[in-house]
């Protein structure tokens, strides 16, 4: 029996393999950010170790994971601008927290800020702003920062599956000036 594909699924193949073809033969590279000196106790600042990560999947020619174990990890605002790695997967296994003194982040406009990047997976993580204590700021009606958007993008070809945002200072998630961003559940 012969059996054929339709124009569709044909098209789907070829294109698929358009875009994976250049990293058929080049392995896959795997960051953990503890590693890197990241701690998922909940305390330690772990922003320079996220953005080391992401300098070195940038900096990779294969496809890249940035993987985040089981923990917690406090995180202060952290810009992840655009690299030549088309290709990277940030899995994260793990709660990302903002810092619980809203004064760390300020008036920094987001708090996960991904930025002229083209082609990248978040993958899982539960996300906590811990918004609390500037809430409460807010109330009194003394002078407080505006507060952070969650996770930011201004960015390409992006893919973000299993995310749970909690306790955002501002807005959850920010999608501006972006071509082709999949949100999507477990």
Same mark, same amino acid.
């Given at each position: 029996?012969?059996?054929? *594909?339709?124009?569709?699924?044909?098209?789907?193949?070829?294109?698929?393999?358009?875009?994976?073809?250049?990293?058929?033969?080049?392995?896959?590279?795997?960051?953990?950010?503890?590693?890197?000196?990241?701690?998922?106790?909940?305390?330690?600042?772990?922003?320079?170790?996220?953005?080391?990560?992401?300098?070195?999947?940038?900096?990779?020619?294969?496809?890249?994971?940035?993987?985040?174990?089981?923990?917690?990890?406090? *995180?202060?605002?952290?810009?992840?601008?655009?690299?030549?790695?088309?290709?990277?997967?940030?899995?994260?296994?793990?709660?990302?927290?903002?810092?619980?003194?809203?004064?760390?982040?300020?008036?920094?406009?987001?708090? *996960?800020?991904?930025?002229?990047?083209?082609?990248?997976?978040?993958?899982?993580?539960?996300?906590?702003?811990?918004?609390?204590?500037?809430?409460?700021?807010?109330?009194?009606?003394?002078?407080?920062?505006?507060?952070?958007?969650?996770?930011?993008?201004?960015?390409?070809?992006?893919?973000?599956?299993?995310?749970?945002?909690?306790?955002?200072?501002?807005?959850?998630?920010?999608?501006?000036?972006?071509?082709?961003?999949?949100?999507?559940?477990?």
């Amino acid at each position: 029996m012969v059996q054929y *594909l339709s124009s569709s699924s044909l098209l789907l193949s070829t294109l698929l393999f358009m875009v994976l073809q250049p990293y058929s033969t080049t392995a896959f590279v795997t960051y953990n950010v503890v590693n890197l000196g990241a701690k998922g106790d909940g305390r330690t600042d772990n922003t320079k170790a996220f953005l080391d990560a992401w300098a070195a999947a940038c900096g990779s020619a294969s496809l890249a994971t940035i993987y985040v174990s089981p923990g917690r990890y406090l *995180l202060g605002n952290a810009v992840f601008r655009g690299c030549n790695n088309h290709a990277i997967n940030f899995r994260i296994d793990a709660t990302l927290l903002a810092p619980s003194d809203y004064h760390v982040i300020g008036d920094a406009p987001n708090w *996960l800020d991904f930025q002229d990047v083209n082609g990248l997976s978040i993958i899982g993580s539960v996300l906590d702003g811990q918004r609390i204590g500037l809430w409460a700021c807010k109330r009194s009606g003394e002078r407080c920062p505006n507060g952070a958007t969650t996770l930011d993008t201004k960015s390409n070809n992006i893919l973000v599956r299993g995310s749970t945002s909690l306790n955002s200072q501002m807005f959850h998630i920010v999608i501006n000036g972006c071509d082709n961003v999949k949100l999507q559940g477990e």
